[in-house]
């Protein structure tokens, strides 16, 4: 007869299996559509440097300082590339993975969180592309001094474009983030309501630490997290346990 502790055991060799098996799979999937992108590196290069490229006065362009950067940065960004669009199989991989260890409750409330949160990071990198870069570089090439030419290095450009990416990506998550805090019952809703003037103030604070040092780049990234922030307030409403003291369908005052 096997004793407890080999059923423990046995259950434990079972999940590091299954955990073994999804992590492989989550690496083939994004290698295969980094393989898939090779090719097309050096034009998703090109397209990364067009908010750039049309800011610059007739005849600018990016350098290549390191010999080898024309090689690794498209690469790099490639990588990137993969990575995020590849986010949706290595997610689906995690979720498999706890999923059975999860009460019908909480695989209820956990699809839609990860739906959610995947769609408003692609949101964040999408408002980061169109709207931020373009506006931030308008800014830097009207106050650049008279005399000096923007000559930016591959991969200097390429870093600053991916922590913009990953902040405004991030940051976009903050409804998710509310959720979350609201669920676990941690706060509540009107706690929310009432943090408001002292969630703005960390908004700004935390949009001048991880945006380039110019006010268009930090409002751009403020002014969106203030609107996500109410509404991560309307979302948390409806979710909030029923003994926070406060109904699903109560005023936002």
Known sequence: ??????????????????????????????????VCLLPFANRLYGWLAQ???DKLPKGGQLIAIEVASPFFAPLKLAFFVALVGAMPWLLYQLWA???????????????????????????????????VLPAVFTFLN???????????????????????FLAFGASFELP??????????????????EWRGYAIVGIFVIAAVITPPDVVSQLLLAIPMMLLYEAGIFAARF???RNSGEPADAGDG
């Open 1 to 34: 007869m096997q004793s407890a502790d080999d059923e423990v055991q046995g259950r434990l060799l079972d999940h590091l299996i299954e955990l073994r098996a999804r992590l492989l799979r989550a690496v083939v999937g994004l290698l295969l559509v980094f």
């Open 97 to 131: 993975f706890v999923a059975p260890g999860l009460y019908r409750r909480e695989k209820k409330l956990a699809m839609p969180l990860l739906a959610s949160a995947l769609v408003l990071f692609y949101i964040g990198c999408a408002f980061a592309y169109f709207i």
């Open 51 to 53: 908010p750039l490229l």
């Open 239 to 241: 979710v909030a346990p």
């Open 176 to 193: 998710v983030a509310l959720v979350i805090l609201v669920l676990l019952g941690w706060v509540t809703p009107a706690q929310l309501r």
């Open 142 to 164: 009207k106050v650049t001094p008279s005399g000096v030419a923007m000559m930016t290095d591959i991969n200097a450009y390429l870093d600053f474009v991916l922590v913009i």
